[in-house]
């Protein structure tokens, strides 16, 4: 059995920041990637952010040099760093790892208001 647990999210600014992280915990050999997907009230669920086990990153354009994932190995956790959020990011953030299985968090939610 696998668990992810999501931490980070909440209320913020806009121009604000937070940090999202996930940790993974039960029967996990290794973890190939892993990453951020977001859904908003209405909108079909999109692929933030995506790193490999070497590394390499990719990101959705609208979050492009505001927001930076991270990995620790060790730990099994992802973090998603959010800079200068703007109303546009609000959404449920959910993390998933790939082992190559597929496993999500539960979610959680960023909301970016004044």
């Known amino acids: 059995q696998v668990q992810l647990v999501e931490s980070g999210g909440g209320l913020v600014q806009p121009g604000g920041s937070l940090r999202l992280s996930c940790a993974a915990s039960?029967?996990?050999?290794?973890?190939?990637?892993m990453g951020w997907y977001r859904q908003a009230p209405g909108k079909e669920r999109e692929l933030v952010a995506h790193i490999r086990s070497g590394g390499s990153t990719n990101y959705v354009d609208s979050v492009k040099d505001r927001f930076t994932i991270s990995r620790d190995n060790a730990k099994n956790t992802v973090y998603l760093q959010m800079n200068n959020l703007k109303p546009e990011d609000t959404a449920v953030y959910y993390c998933?790892?790939?082992?190559?299985?597929?496993?999500w968090g539960q979610g959680t939610q960023v909301t970016v208001s004044s």
């Open positions: 039960g029967s996990i050999f290794s973890i190939n990637a």
């Open positions: 998933y790892i790939a082992t190559p299985n597929l496993y």
